[in-house]
Nanobody
Framework: QVRLAESGGGLVQVGDSLTLSCEFT????????IGWLHRAPGREREGLGC????????YYPDSVKGRFTIAKDSAKNTVYLQMNTLRPEDTGIYYC????????????????????WGQGTQVTVSS
């Protein structure tokens, strides 16, 4: 089992940048992928991308490609989500979650493949 804890959310202005952190603990971590998902108010969680804990390969849906970046610091057991040029529609709760390494590529954009989740962190983008 992999345990996850997000941090870094808050209130920002339109156009700002923000980096969220996801600290992870567990065993055999190279068997997993960690993804970031966003739940806007009144909507289902949507995938923002993911990173392989084995080889740091990242995958992004077209909706965030070029604006969001996922990275990992192995020494800190932390995955980051860097978000640039934030928009009001980026408001919501951001979660990191873990899935099997077999769910590479676009599979990791699906909320249904994730077994364990962090508690989420709130981001509010104010205009």
């Amino acid at each position: 089992q992999v345990r996850l804890a997000e941090s870094g959310g808050g209130l920002v202005q339109v156009g700002d940048s923000l980096t969220l952190s996801c600290e992870f603990t567990g065993r055999a971590l190279d068997r997993y992928i960690i993804g970031w998902l966003h739940r806007a108010p009144g909507r289902e969680r949507e995938g923002l991308g993911c990173i392989s804990l084995r080889d740091d390969t990242t995958y992004y849906p077209d909706s965030v490609k070029g604006r969001f970046t996922i990275a990992k610091d192995s020494a800190k057991n932390t995955v980051y989500l860097q978000m640039n040029t934030l928009r009001p529609e980026d408001t919501g709760i951001y979660y990191c979650a873990v899935t099997s390494a077999s769910n590479r590529g676009p599979f990791c954009f699906l909320r249904t493949v994730y077994a364990d989740w962090g508690q989420g962190t709130q981001v509010t983008v104010s205009s």
